[in-house]
């Protein structure tokens, strides 16, 4: 066959096959055309699944009569003109193929009108002939496009179609994801004559929580993050069964490899968890490519890595920094079988100690146990009184001749017998002569450690409080002067009070591993200490400079400093404590010099003689 020049309806069917998929496809052509007509209202109505009819009609500023025939030409374009204007598209359509497309493949009518007409018109163009027809209608200013017959001149195009209910899911699919792109636009979507969804015009964060639900945006942190000209922002979470996930770019919603890459790696800890997020990235036009795909579903970026690495470090600060985690209480596992269920499992009433509606029910032997338990968890035990009180409560004589095999060997269990009899305890310990902190028994509150230790064979009994345990090893750690570069420098507004304070700060916080300075009203804030890189210092700074700045009568040292932002960084991680992760703890802490440690905050003694006593009297 001789080389010759395809025929222009032929061209346009070849060109369909890139640009129309299915109803779908033609809908997000059409909806990106009336957006980029300045509409602020779109209706969508569908008749079996968009195959059927596809009708959109919006309120933008219409075509005029002289142009609508050329509107179907294939690259008949309004929205570039030079070579220059594809550095910079600001348009979400630019290419001029759409309707030359839809129209080589379905019957379209195309009725339009502008403000300054006084009436409308109307163009027909029918599969290959590609003949266009104008005519006067009656129109509002806008425009409205319609498509019948999807495919009924390429049978074998439409024999790939799917079902009715799986077109129209993709078609709203669409719809949710340009709904949220554009919260300032109403968009109305019929099918089959029922209205399925109305999104009304309203704020970006309404808008967000209509589409992805409260649910999401109860457990998301809502991310906001600027440096030079790129701009993220949007709401981020990882949870173990939703899967939304909604990128843009410049308003246009993107697919793109290298954006996936970095998300991947910003949840890469998060492995048994779903990505979850709705983020807005925007960019000068002139540092991003959308001309790389028929579909526009991926884009190329000019600085590709810096891109890469700040939307990395956005998601992953926001991730690590305030993620809300649900409330969930630890199910503390008795040590011992003869004690039976925990008590301190369950919540306790903050009226009385504990009632019986919520005393799970149990073996009455165990009254007794559960009594001891409680002493050992209470720092201050609860009166002998209120322990009668409850075994009163569970029909229980108090005799002490009463106690049965079970509750002997509970008390056995946790004070055994020895050559020589226990010593009382000092109330308050010497904390320069505890140098091993023991072995850990149980955890008996959700955050209180049981140790226990030996000391001239006679044994000692202690209560950790863990959270303030690990705050004191962070604080410690953070003066060791580890520090770590940004791999985008956080750039922030700050006044003049605030300019002084920093400067006047900036010996202790270049000790902790800070590295930042200031030029213009303007902090850039470069290094950060190590263990701390993955705060999110977008709100942590802020919090810290606030902090240093309320202290004006006194001045702060390093140790300080570290005590605030460990307080911060282990705020914001909510840890299930267990045996396991209790002996790193432990190793830690034995490893840090002692006069730092301040034992008396966390660690507590028990009296065991008085306590034993107590019980036994």
Known sequence: MAIHILSPQLANQIAAGEVVERPASVIKELV????????????????????????????????????????????ATSKISTLDDLDSIVSLGFRGEALASISSVARLTLTSRTAEQSEAWQVYAEGRDMKPMIKPAAHPVGSTVEVLDLFYNTPARRRFLKTEKTEFMHIEEFVRRIALARPDVTFNLQHNGKLVKQYRSSTLEKRVELVCGRA????????????????????VTSSESSDLQYFYVNGRVI?????????????????????????????????????????????????????????????????????????????????????????????????????????????????????????????????????????KKSGLSVEKNEITEPQKAVIEALFPKRNIPLQTLQKQLDSSSIVQFGRV???????????????????????????????KVTAIKLLSQDSE????????????????????????????????????????????????????????????????????????????????????????????????????????LEEVDINLLQQESFLYPIDIQSLTQSILS
Not at 314 to 327: D, K
Not at 442 to 470: F, G, N, R, V
Not at 515 to 544: G, S
């Open 216 to 235: 999401f945006m109860q457990k998301a942190v809502k991310l906001d993050w600027q440096h030079d000209d790129l701009l993220i922002q949007g709401w």
């Open 255 to 391: 697919k793109d490899k290298l954006l996936n890459h970095a998300l991947r790696q910003a949840y890469i800890s998060r492995t048994n968890e779903q990505q979850s997020y709705v983020v807005f990235l925007h960019i000068d036009p002139k540092q991003v490519d959308v001309n790389v795909h028929p579909a526009k579903h991926e884009v190329r970026f000019h600085e590709a890595r810096l891109v890469h690495d700040f939307v990395y470090q956005a998601i992953v600060m926001a991730l690590e920094s305030n993620l809300p985690v649900t409330e969930e209480i630890a199910t503390i596992t008795p040590n011992r079988q003869a004690a039976g269920e925990n008590i301190f499992n369950q919540k306790i009433s903050t009226k009385s100690y504990q009632t019986n509606s919520q005393l799970s029910k149990k073996n009455s032997n165990y009254a007794k146990e559960n009594a001891l338990y409680g002493q050992l968890v209470n720092v201050v035990p609860p009166s002998q009184e209120i322990i009668q009180s409850e075994l």
């Open 441 to 471: 028994l149980t955890i008996i509150q959700p955050d209180i450690a049981l140790l226990e230790k030996y000391e001239d064979t006679q044994q000692k009994l202690m209560l950790m409080k863990l959270p303030i345990a690990k705050q």
């Open 485 to 588: 570069k940004l791999l985008i420098p956080l750039t922030i507004l700050i006044n003049h009070q605030e300019q002084q304070v920093l400067s006047s700060y900036q010996p202790q916080l270049n000790f902790l591993g800070f590295d930042f300075y200031i030029d213009k009203a303007k902090l850039y804030l470069q290094n950060v200490p190590k263990m701390l890189r993955t705060m999110n210092w977008q709100q942590l700074l802020p919090a810290l400079i606030a902090f240093i700045s309320d202290s004006k009568n006194e001045v702060l040292d390093p140790t300080q400093i570290a005590a605030w932002l460990a307080n911060q960084y282990d705020d914001n991680r909510t840890m299930i404590w267990s045996v396991a992760k209790v002996i790193p703890l432990l190793a830690q």
């Open 32 to 75: 990106e055309n009336s957006l980029d007509a300045g509409s602020n209202q779109i209706d969508i109505d569908l008749e079996q699944g968009g195959c059927k009819l596809i009708r959109i009609r919006d309120n933008g500023c219409g075509i005029a009569k002289a142009e609508l025939a050329l509107a179907l030409a294939r690259h």
